[in-house]
């Protein structure tokens, strides 16, 4: 096990490809996009990675209460899948 630096934290984001356009994804709900997230955490309890997680949410920049809410039960979900 190698130690942690104090200030570690982990950045989450979903998206999906998009083939056209300007831009190369656009962003989804976490959970709802292509990120394996449920592997991210079980690799970061592996590392035993003990710094904060930040879930980035900008979608709906005018009313963003559902989204993130919806967001945070996914992750609430994934730590209880987590834990067994």
């Known amino acids: ?3 942690q630096p104090a ?7 979903d998206s999906e490809p998009v083939a056209f ?3 190369s994804h656009y962003n989804k709900l976490l959970g ?3 990120l394996p997230i449920m592997g991210i955490f079980k690799q970061l309890h ?3 990675y003990t710094g904060g ?9 005018n009313d963003p209460m559902m989204g993130m809410q919806k967001s ?13």
């Open 32 to 34: 709802d996009g292509v």
């Open 1 to 3: 096990m190698q130690p």
């Open 7 to 13: 200030a570690t934290i982990a950045r989450l984001a």
């Open 53 to 61: 997680v930040m879930l980035e949410y900008e979608i709906n920049e």
């Open 72 to 84: 945070l039960s996914y992750m609430r979900g994934v730590m209880a899948g987590l834990r067994g």
């Open 46 to 48: 592996r590392m035993n």
């Open 21 to 23: 356009g300007p831009l």
